[in-house]
């Protein structure tokens, strides 16, 4: 069965590509969805892409991917700093969940250096720019125990310890 893999986006990374490039780089949220149906669909994984600048309908997205989603990768922007909302919600998913960060956060500023919603959350990616993504749909796809045998062993790993 394929994994299914839902991805978060909180505020303002719809605006990728124009806002600070200095930190977040050229490459826009459409450009980075469209490397990650391609990396799925080579994996045979089934994506969901979803952006919101609104803390409630992420949490609702969470809610919704119970039963219907094997793990979520979530890049919780300015949310990662502040919202109990989303550790509370993200607590209630059982597969993994993978937070990724465009930039290296603990390097930043001292308002974005310390994830609160990093402690629901199985792994944390950051600072890989947008291939933080793809990394992170390699690693849930492994963990799932789903990677094609067509892809290099070198990247199915070492075998993991311990529940997502």
């Known amino acids: ?26 490459t826009t949220l459409k450009e980075i969805e469209a490397s990650c149906q391609a990396l799925a669909d080579h ?17 609702s997205l969470i809610q919704s991917a119970h039963g219907k989603a094997d793990a979520i990768i979530m890049n919780p922007a300015a949310y990662s700093f502040t919202s109990i909302a989303l550790i509370d919600a993200l607590k209630s998913f059982e597969g993994p969940k993978i937070e990724v960060h465009i930039s290296n956060i603990h390097a930043r500023d001292e308002l974005h250096r310390d994830s609160i919603t ?9 600072g890989l720019g947008p291939y933080g993504y793809l990394a992170a749909i390699l690693a849930v796809v ?10 290099s062993p070198a990247l199915h790993g070492l075998a993991t310890s311990g529940k997502a």
Do not use: D, K, W
């Not at 994994?3 to 490039?21: D, Q, S």
């Not at 089934?46 to 600048?53: A, V, Y």
């Not at 963990?143 to 067509?150: A, D, E, H, I, T």
């Open 1 to 26: 069965m394929a994994a299914t893999i839902m991805i978060l986006n909180g505020p303002n990374l719809n605006f990728l590509g124009i806002r600070e490039p200095h930190i977040y780089g050229s």
């Open 43 to 59: 994996l045979g994984a089934s994506i969901s892409f979803h952006q919101s600048n609104m803390e409630g309908e992420l949490v």
């Open 142 to 151: 492994q963990r799932l125990g789903q990677l094609p045998g067509s892809i």
């Open 118 to 126: 990093s402690s629901a959350c199985t792994a944390v990616i950051c």
